[in-house]
Each structure stands twice: as structure tokens, then as C-alpha cells.
């Protein structure tokens, strides 16, 4: 599966954005598909999951705890093979290049970057004060 993530751009705090996340190639409902964000000098981190029907989704990073519950919401749409990252309220700290990722071994949810076989390019989110 290829994976393209669109969407990102510059808002202010505050503001709402919808990242988009295409999918060719195989059944796309096969794959689990995760968003994860790097911030310049930062670990990549994990921001939501989804299962591969879209009844699951996961918020809380294993590693950190961190939970982006509330403000960000995960979904899916099958028949258009597109993942979807709902952000509200955004901050200056969200500001980071955001990725999809997408998992086809297990219907498992994993907040693991490396339980991630394929990766789209990335796409910029810049949240200004």
C-alpha cells in the first residue's frame, strides 16, 4: 500500500485542520492506519490509531502517556481508502510534520512507530501564537 498524507498548513492557535491520509494499492481495510508528528529536533510520536473497520481508535501514546483525546480525532472511510486526523484547538506546540502509517500483519492497535510497515511523505502543520 502507498500512502500520501495531505492537508497540513499554516493556522493559528486555535484554529481547526483536517489532515487527509490516501491510500493505493492493496484492500485498504486490511490496514490498521496510525498518525504519528515529529517536531524539528524531536522524537516522532505517536498521535491516533484506527482499526481497520474504523470501530477502534486510540489516543494515548505507550511510551509518554500522552493522550491526544479530545482535541484530535481519528476516522476512516473505506470506500474512499482515506484516513482522516481531526485537529481542534490547536496550539503552537502541535506545530510539527505529521505522517500516516499503515499496518497489515495484525488487526492489533500499536502505538509503535516501528509496528508500522508503510508511511506516507508527511505533511506540515505550523500553528503560529
Known amino acids: 500500500v502507498q500512502l500520501q498524507a495531505y492537508g497540513g498548513g499554516l493556522v493559528q492557535a486555535g484554529d481547526s485542520l483536517r489532515l487527509s491520509c490516501a491510500a493505493t494499492g492493496r484492500a485498504f481495510s486490511s490496514y490498521t492506519v496510525g498518525w504519528f508528528r515529529q517536531a524539528p529536533e524531536k522524537e516522532r510520536e505517536f498521535v491516533a490509531a484506527?482499526?481497520?473497520?474504523?470501530?477502534?481508535?486510540?489516543?494515548?501514546?505507550?511510551l509518554t502517556g500522552r493522550s491526544m483525546t479530545g482535541r484530535f480525532t481519528i476516522s476512516r472511510d473505506n470506500a474512499k481508502h482515506t484516513v482522516y486526523l481531526q485537529m481542534t484547538s490547536l496550539k503552537p506546540e502541535d506545530t510539527a510534520v505529521y505522517y500516516c502509517a499503515a499496518e497489515g500483519d495484525t488487526a492489533s492497535l500499536t502505538t509503535y512507530a516501528s509496528g508500522y510497515d508503510y508511511w506516507g511523505q508527511g505533511t506540515l502543520v505550523t500553528v503560529s501564537s
Open positions: 484506527i482499526s481497520r473497520s474504523g470501530d477502534s481508535t486510540w489516543y494515548v501514546d505507550s
